[in-house]
């Protein structure tokens, strides 16, 4: 997978002005959402304790859990399947499909989904995807992809979406630009489409292993459809959504909506456990996905990334995603989460960059219903990049030296009076990288009198008194 | 090695012999913790329902064929399906009840559905509909514009919590459930928040008491 | 009471004067300042890009420049906050566990500056003197790790002359992050333009904050601008007399 790199990426995005400005009403509006929900609540800071471990102890006992989710589903009349990646996913859901002769499958957003390329992946086997979310509608519309895991769209403003609509699913018919109007034209069209798909694919929030109910959260609508209207039912997850107990759910779905959208509750919540005789879909399959999973499992610290359970409220809250926006990141998962997420799930070479998309300053951290310590993660990941992949050698080479340095009182004192003249290995900068300071700032200069020389000097003195 | 197999091993492996199993404290507003007053958590319910844009009305057991009937007069429906559950009747409406059940075109020709709750939650003003016999089957409140909801004021818990304790005591949660917080909405279109994409644009929810 | 100073290397080699004006604020205060000349670094640059097993020299001769004193002041929340939140972890992945608790031991003595001032030393009001308007940014690893809260704010409205001018989105980073002001210098200058205009919206004369890291970003972008605000830290106003 070839990748332009975050720096790059991010310095494109960056100059996109009408970007920027959509991404800073939309991250403001949902951070100040978010906030005033979660002051509603006294018990915030317990719930998300309880969150941490909940999510925590899952993966602590991820296979005992898995085990029970497929035993629970499979009694309730599920069917479980199992794929250790991506390729295998893809072909367990279009085997099912083609079994239905379904050449058409309406579909529930789901970060799953777009991780393994399902679409694509449907597409070449002559089945059409509907995405049934309206931002994913607009994307897969536009030919894009998307870049906020919660938002998708929200690169496009009311205009671009006017014109869009009017060239696709209006068929050249004129449309008025108001939120509203435009909303009613993607309810029209996708209602036809729910109604005459047999076959539907969803995404899951949460799935309980000691009862085998799956849980969808929403706000459009189009889950319920999907969920209830087609005859089949396919569910990807990723092994990391399981939930050990049904009273978690009391946890999580306070945790989540406030986090997501600022909402008390999203407007709607879907539970299922099995098939139920003439309510709903008479074939429900539910796939679970690895694709990485273990190998992040495996990472005793950086493991703790998989109690993510995809609100974005770190998205929101990050100064570096709200000026880049997603596509920067390059990746399924942009954004704080996906920067500690993407490495460990789809390798560290394909995301060799994102561990430094960050300044460290524990936005996230702060604000994530779960409690995963993002800056730490980073700083785990950044270890083991500079370490384990090639092309780092020279930095590796400064950075032992710059340390030998700074063991030393007497060369690191040395140093600094080198550095006054601009010689020693304090004052030795690539200009690459003083130009990219001088480029904004003025660069600081070594005092005239350290700290420590100043202090030698009041001590002599005082001796002399 | 089937796929089940080989996942289920790294799994293992990943975690290893030493892996610490946190307990998890549960310090948040537990089952009961919230002590309100019936007339309390109603107020609660009825000012968190008109917060998400659905109407809210009340209405005693043995008005509730008036206030229905009004409600459905005023939204210029007719004909609303109901599941065979109910026990509701209403003046000058024509309730279709979902038995045999109806068929998806069918509910597309209705005005609206009219249907009962198993529980709701005042905090956030979620109607919990469980697919039984009160609540009906998921497509019956889901296809048509208009969803008429008639909530028991007993039926009315604190939060969450006080909700989802209900509903594994009363083994109603592996059933259907949809717990519904307001018509439905999307801030996808110029960020401001749009009523209605798909699921009813008109909720009505009726308090009886 | 005897405190130790723990400058920071780019206090010591860049902004001696803060170094200066604790030593002086604490000595009007009537306590004596000692200054373990051994002291470096903290290592903070190393285990934040990733070098943390490159680091652990530098925590072996904090801890022993540090390891006797009583107390231990910063003028930098971000290097204190190393110290108190990761030396621990660090002496433990590497499989050290006196070091380990020698770094806990040392990490409950051990304060920034307006924590010393106001919960050790109980002082809100250091009878310091600075008529001018100024406005707060508060710098993350003090915000979010330290959780300093409003003691640093608490410590500027108590000196005599001062205009505290709230600054709009003040907890939002400066984009300073240390290497990441080069790695990711596209995305620092964003940051650190948005914030730097948000400073010169206030009219204040100057940006106080409680890390020289911080100052040396949003000051730099100050003086290349010729904006006619002065980055200053803490320490400095609070040095000031009459």
């Known amino acids: 997978m070839t990748t332009t790199g975050f720096p790059q990426a991010a310095r494109q995005a960056l100059q996109d002005p009408t970007l920027r400005r959509n991404l800073d009403q939309a991250t403001s509006t949902i951070r100040a959402k978010r906030d005033s929900a979660v002051r509603e609540l006294p018990d915030w800071p317990e719930l998300r304790d309880s969150g941490a471990a909940i999510k925590a102890r899952a993966l602590a006992t991820l296979p005992e859990q898995l085990v029970r989710l497929e035993q629970m589903v499979t009694a309730a009349g599920g069917t479980v399947h199992w794929a250790r990646d991506a390729a295998e996913a893809n072909a367990l859901v279009a085997g099912i499909a083609h079994r239905h002769r379904a050449t058409e499958v309406v579909k529930v957003k789901s970060m799953a989904t777009d991780e393994i390329r399902l679409n694509d992946a449907l597409a070449a086997t002559g089945i059409d995807v509907v995405e049934t979310d309206l931002a994913e509608l607009i994307v897969q519309l536009a030919g894009d992809r998307p870049s906020h895991i919660l938002v998708p769209a929200i690169h496009y403003g009311r205009t671009e979406i006017r014109s869009l609509f009017e060239r696709t699913i209006a068929s050249g018919d004129a449309l008025p630009d108001d939120p509203e109007a435009l909303a009613e034209v993607a309810r029209l069209y996708l209602r036809r489409r729910f109604l005459s798909a047999r076959v539907a694919v969803s995404g899951a929030n949460f799935a309980v292993a000691d009862s085998g109910t799956v849980c969808v959260v929403e706000s459009e609508g189009n889950g319920r459809f999907c969920i209830t209207l087609p005859d089949v039912l396919i569910t990807v997850m990723g092994i990391e959504k399981v939930l050990p107990e049904w009273r978690d759910l009391e946890v999580m779905l306070q945790l989540l909506p406030r986090s997501a959208t600022g909402e008390r509750m999203s407007p709607y919540t879907s539970l299922w456990t099995g098939t139920r005789p003439n309510d709903g879909p008479t074939q429900f399959h539910l796939v679970l996905l690895d694709n990485g ?10 493991r703790d990334a998989l109690r993510c359970i995809r609100c974005s409220a770190c998205l929101n809250v ?74 780092h050698a020279p930095e590796r080479i400064v950075m032992r030296s710059l340390a030998r340095v700074f063991a030393s009182e007497r060369l690191f ?53 | 090695m089937s796929a089940r197999d080989e996942i289920l091993a790294l799994a293992t492996a990943a975690l290893g012999e030493s892996v610490v199993v946190p307990e998890v404290p549960r310090n948040y ?63 000058g409406i024509d309730l279709v009840l979902d038995d045999p059940p109806l068929a998806a075109d069918a509910l597309e020709l209705l005005d609206g559905a009219l249907t009962g709750s198993a529980v709701a939650v005042a905090e956030t003003g979620t109607v919990i509909l469980d697919g039984g016999g009160r609540s009906g089957r998921r497509i019956i409140s889901l296809i048509p514009d208009l969803h008429i909801c008639l909530v028991e004021a007993a039926t009315i818990v604190a939060n969450l919590p006080d909700a989802i304790a209900r509903l594994v005591a009363e083994g109603r949660h592996t059933s259907p459930l949809t717990f519904v917080s307001g018509p439905s909405a999307t801030v996808d279109i110029g960020f401001e928040r749009v009523q209605g994409v798909h699921g009813p644009r008109r909720v009505h929810v009726v308090i009886v008491q | 009471m005897r405190i130790a100073l723990f400058v920071t290397c ?24 000692t200054f373990p000349t051994g002291q470096t670094c903290c290592g903070q640059m190393h285990v934040n890009a990733g070098y943390a097993r490159e680091a652990l020299p ?27 939140a990761h030396y621990p972890q660090l002496a433990e992945e590497a499989g050290d566990n006196g070091l380990a608790r020698e770094s806990r031991d040392l990490a409950s003595r051990l304060f920034e500056l307006s924590e010393l001032l106001i919960d050790v030393l109980a002082v809100e009001d250091v009878g310091a003197f600075y008529p001018h308007r100024v406005t707060y940014h508060s710098s993350c690893h003090g915000l979010r790790t330290l959780n300093l809260g409003d003691r640093p704010l608490r410590l500027l409205r108590a000196v005599r002359g001062i205009e505290v001018i709230e600054l709009p989105e003040a907890s939002e980073c400066c984009g300073f992050g240390g290497t990441f002001a080069v790695k990711n210098a596209d995305v620092s200058m964003a940051m650190l333009s948005d914030k730097v205009r948000h400073v010169v919206n206030t009219g204040a004369e100057a940006c106080v904050a409680t890390d020289n890291s911080c100052l040396m970003q949003i000051g730099g972008a100050l003086r290349r601008q010729r904006a006619g605000v002065r980055a200053i830290h803490l320490a400095e106003i609070l040095a000031q007399t009459p």
């Open chain 3, 58 to 84: 530098l925590v072996r001769r904090f801890l022993r420049d540090f390891g006797d004193a009583d107390t231990v002041v910063s003028p930098s929340a971000s290097c204190t906050a190393l110290v108190r």
């Open chain 1, 413 to 465: 004192a040395r140093a600094q009076r080198l550095a006054r003249v601009g010689r020693g290995p304090l004052a030795k900068f690539p200009p690459p990288l003083v130009s990219r300071w001088t480029a904004m700032r003025d660069l600081p200069l070594v005092a005239q009198q350290t700290f420590r020389e100043w202090w030698r000097e009041r001590e002599n003195e005082a001796g002399h008194l």
């Open chain 1, 318 to 391: 990050c100064p570096v995603y709200s000026r880049t926006g997603g596509h920067a990141y390059e990746s399924v998962y942009p954004g704080p989460v996906g920067a500690v997420l993407s490495p460990q799930i789809f390798g560290l070479e394909a995301a060799a960059t994102l561990p430094w998309a960050s300044s460290l300053c524990g936005a996230c951290y702060e604000a994530c219903p779960v409690k995963i310590d993002i800056p730490s993660l980073l700083v785990h990941l950044r270890g083991q990049i500079v370490h384990e992949l090639p092309g």
């Open chain 2, 29 to 91: 507003r537990a089952p009961g913790a919230i002590a309100l007053g019936q007339d309390e958590l109603v107020e609660l319910f009825t000012e968190r329902v008109a917060d998400y844009g659905a109407t809210i009305h009340r209405s005693s057991k043995g008005h509730l064929h008036d206030a229905v009937s009004a409600i459905a007069d005023t939204a210029g429906a007719t004909r609303l399906a109901a599941p065979p559950g109910l026990g509701v009747t209403a003046n």
């Open chain 3, 10 to 33: 780019v206090t010591d080699t860049l902004f001696p004067d803060t170094g200066r004006a604790v030593v002086g604020l604490l000595e009007r205060l009537g306590h004596e300042v």
């Open chain 1, 293 to 302: 999973r273990t190998r992040a499992l495996a990472d005793e610290v950086g």
